[in-house]
Each structure stands twice: as structure tokens, then as C-alpha cells.
């Protein structure tokens, strides 16, 4: 296990401590509780009480029971500490991992044909109902009801065969999806080499800006199509997989914001690029857009490349349900981007720790099973890892901190689900109006 998130919490804390306060000379004097001991308490956090939570953490920093007595942080003095810290440390730690991740290590993550394959999504989540949040947040007063809970909007680049997540945003749902996806790109090219990943999108994000972009980069992409996204230049196709000539009339360069695009699309009349129709199971007919020749990648190819999108509803449903990302510890806008780049850290940190157990299952002769896989329960392994953190952080001795992710992974490896590749027949899903039924208990 190669740990790199964590590595790179406790690098940051050590030599790039003063990147990340906010008010000039905060933590400078030597207390009793530091830096280093709110960014362990913010990542550990389990969602109690702030009582109860410092209280867990401060049992497990002092053995002797009468120095944990003498212990006097208030939950107030804890809230306004918390506001010193920059977001960005949590966002820089996984950035800085994931770069070495997929620098380094690129040969141990699964790829389409030499082709990191990535998706970009948003979602919305639900946050504080307070006058300060949705003051911050740009939420509009007039129509929100007092009882409903207002929305932040967040958008993920995530891996589709890896599951890590590349770069993330939480932004006011005023922001449009598809500049958030220009930021990922951007600030994924400082990390991979685009050159050799496809990029896949829904049907909300296909635009000349985008594309351009994208072909700036050298990257590939696959975008799905609204019906009536180039219905014009579709019309004209012959057959369900095509070369077509996107024109950049002037109604397409006038959308474009970023300003060197826009010059780009000036000096250009048209895009290049491949259409292709695909059926589906359902009957209904596919339209995917792609610069990907049909050498490298089929019209089935490209199908089942899109299919993978569903990976980031996948993490979505991680993040919301087994993190409990929604589950914000204040209420002010620099709590909230907190949290959300601490769970986006503590996601990452879980598929590492996923993918690793995963690996040593497959290796087993015991789960060798030609008609199943088995694989670590999510849930089970996210709330122990959680329940572990700040006994890991804490821990005096390399050694022990070993000991503390064997545990970690033994438990995970005991608590495996077996995974159906084909399922003989299709069920439709049913709800629940239950928000914890007993069968999906909390984690922590």
C-alpha cells in the first residue's frame, strides 16, 4: 500500500504549513493543540457533536486521563480555529497525490489501449439552511421556500476504470457545469498527459468551446448528443458513422468566453469531427461525437466506453452515502468548501485503500470463481477506515501505524460481497422512503 494521501497530509502539515493559514501568525505560538491537530480532527471528523468529536480525538492523543481533563477547547474556539485554515490544503494534498499517481505509478492503473479513460459530471448537494449560507452561496431568497434546503453545485473529473478523482469543485449553482469542466481540463493537464486519456462527457456539456479546448490539449473525448445539438450537419450523414464538418458560424464562436479560443475559432471555419449513431438495448439510437479514429476505438468501442459513465454516479453515490458528504460541520462558506475538499481527500483515500484489497482478493485461490468476483464491501471498509484515522494520524511509531491499516484491510477482506457480471434477469429498482433502512445501516 503505497499510502500517498496520506504521505502527502502529513508532508503539507510540515513543510507547507504556512501556505495554509489564512490570518497571519495563527498557530505560530506552541499550544498544546496546533496546526497539526485540527487538520487530524477535520479529516477524521465522524459527523457527531463537536463535543463528542473532540472528546474521541483528545481520549486517543492523551493515554494519562488527567491531561485529557485538563484539555479546554471549546466548540466555539474550535469553530473560529477551523476558519483560519485554508480549503486548499485538503484540495492540494489529493492534487499532489494524485499527480505522483499517475506520473509514477501509471503502470499499475487499468487504461482502454494505452488511454486513460475520465468523466466529467456535476451533481448538487444540499446545504445549511441558514441566512449566512445561502448569503454566501448566491442563493436567490425570493424562491426558496423556508423549508426547503438550499443547493450548492459540485462537479467531479473522475477515472472510469481507476475511480480516483482528478479534480473536483463546489461552487453556487448560479456557475454553469461546463465552465467547472473547463477548470478540470486545465488543471488535469497539469497532472496527465492528455495526449493519451479520453475524456467523456453527457449530453449537457457538447460545445465548440469545449471541443476546442479539448483539441488545443491534444486530448480525445467522446461526448453524447442532444437531439438537436448539430442536427443541421447530422442530417446530412449517409451512414451512422461519420467524418462530419462542424461549421463555427457566428452564433457558435459567440458562445465561446475563454478569449484565445475564441481567436482559434476565428481562424477556423470548421471542426472535423466523428458522428456515430449506436443502438442500444432499449431500442433507442445513441448519437456520440469523438475525435477517437475507428481504429482505435470502434462504434461497440465507443459504447461501452460511454457506458462506463456510470462509475461517476458510482462515486457520486459514495461521497453522498457512504462519506456522508452532505453532513456539513458549519455554516459558513469556507466550512462548507472545507469539508467538501476533505471528503473528496477521504474518497480517494478509500479507493486507494479499496483498490489494494482488491487486488489481494482477485490473488487468492479462495475467490478464484468463474461465474462471480468478489470485492470488499465499500461500506464496511469506509466506516473503518474512518473509525481508524485518528488512531493512525496519531500513532507514535511507523510500525504501529502499520499495524493500524493491516487491521483496516483484515476486516475489509472479511467483509467481501460477490459481484454478478451478467444478472440473468433485469429488476427494476425499487425505492425506499426510508433514508437508513435496516439493511444499509450508517458506517460511522
Given at each position: ?82 476558519t483560519f485554515i485554508d480549503p486548499l490544503f485538503f484540495k492540494d ?232 458528504l452532505e453532513n456539513f460541520s458549519g455554516k459558513r462558506r469556507t466550512?462548507?468548501e472545507k469539508d467538501f475538499y476533505t471528503h473528496i481527500l477521504m ?98
Amino acid at each position: 500500500m503505497r499510502n500517498l494521501f496520506f504521505n502527502y497530509v502529513e508532508d503539507l502539515m510540515h513543510y507547507g504549513k504556512e501556505n495554509y493559514v489564512l490570518v497571519e501568525n495563527k498557530f505560530s505560538k506552541k499550544y498544546k493543540t496546533g496546526f497539526k491537530d485540527y487538520i487530524f480532527y477535520i479529516i477524521g471528523n465522524r459527523g457527531k457533536t463537536s463535543v463528542l468529536e473532540l472528546d474521541d480525538y483528545f481520549r486517543i492523543k492523551y493515554n494519562d486521563i488527567k491531561e485529557r481533563i485538563c484539555m479546554s477547547v471549546s466548540k466555539q474556539n474550535l469553530s473560529k480555529q477551523k476558519t483560519f485554515i485554508d480549503p486548499l490544503f485538503f484540495k492540494d494534498a489529493s492534487f499532489l497525490a494524485v499527480k505522483d499517481l499517475y506520473s509514477i505509478y501509471k503502470k499499475d492503473l487499468e487504461k482502454f489501449k494505452d488511454y486513460f479513460v475520465f468523466n466529467i459530471d456535476g451533481s448538487q448537494v444540499n446545504i445549511p439552511n441558514t441566512p449566512q449560507t445561502r448569503a454566501e452561496f448566491d442563493v436567490d431568497l425570493n424562491s426558496l421556500k423556508k423549508k426547503e434546503s438550499p443547493k450548492a453545485r459540485i462537479s467531479v473529473m473522475s477515472d472510469a476504470k481507476n475511480e480516483f478523482i482528478i479534480d473536483s469543485s463546489i461552487s453556487n449553482m448560479t456557475v454553469g457545469e461546463s465552465v467547472l469542466a473547463f477548470e478540470h481540463i486545465e488543471k488535469a493537464a497539469e497532472l496527465i498527459d492528455l495526449t493519451k486519456s479520453i475524456i467523456v462527457f453527457d449530453r449537457y456539456y457538447a460545445s465548440a468551446e469545449l471541443i476546442l479546448q479539448l483539441l488545443e490539449k491534444e486530448s480525445h473525448f467522446i461526448f453524447r448528443l442532444k437531439s438537436d445539438t448539430y442536427k443541421k450537419e447530422r442530417n446530412k450523414m449517409k451512414t451512422n458513422d461519420e467524418w462530419i464538418d462542424v461549421n463555427l458560424n457566428k452564433n457558435r464562436r459567440q458562445n465561446i468566453k475563454n478569449k484565445e479560443l475564441k481567436a482559434k475559432a476565428e481562424e477556423l471555419d470548421y471542426l472535423h469531427i466523428r458522428i456515430v449513431n449506436v443502438l442500444l438495448k432499449t431500442g433507442e439510437t445513441e448519437t456520440l461525437l469523438t475525435n477517437l479514429p475507428a481504429k482505435t476505438a470502434s462504434a461497440e468501442e465507443l459504447k461501452e466506453l460511454y457506458g462506463e459513465k456510470w462509475q461517476i454516479e458510482k462515486g457520486y453515490d459514495i461521497l453522498k452515502n457512504k462519506i456522508h458528504l452532505e453532513n456539513f460541520s458549519g455554516k459558513r462558506r469556507t466550512i462548507i468548501e472545507k469539508d467538501f475538499y476533505t471528503h473528496i481527500l477521504m474518497y480517494n483515500i478509500l479507493i486507494e485503500y479499496k483498490t489494494e484489497c482488491n487486488k489481494e482478493l482477485r490473488q487468492n485461490p479462495k475467490y478464484k470463481d468463474h461465474k462471480c468476483e468478489y470485492k470488499v464491501n465499500v461500506n464496511i471498509l469506509a466506516g473503518k477506515l474512518k473509525s481508524s484515522l485518528y488512531e493512525m494520524f496519531l500513532s507514535d511509531t511507523k510500525e504501529e501505524r502499520k499495524l493500524i491499516k493491516e487491521e483496516i484491510q483484515k476486516i475489509a477482506k472479511k467483509n467481501t460481497i460477490k459481484v454478478k457480471e451478467k444478472p440473468p434477469n433485469k429488476h427494476n429498482k425499487k425505492t425506499t422512503p426510508k433514508k437508513y433502512p435496516y439493511n444499509n445501516r450508517k458506517n460511522f
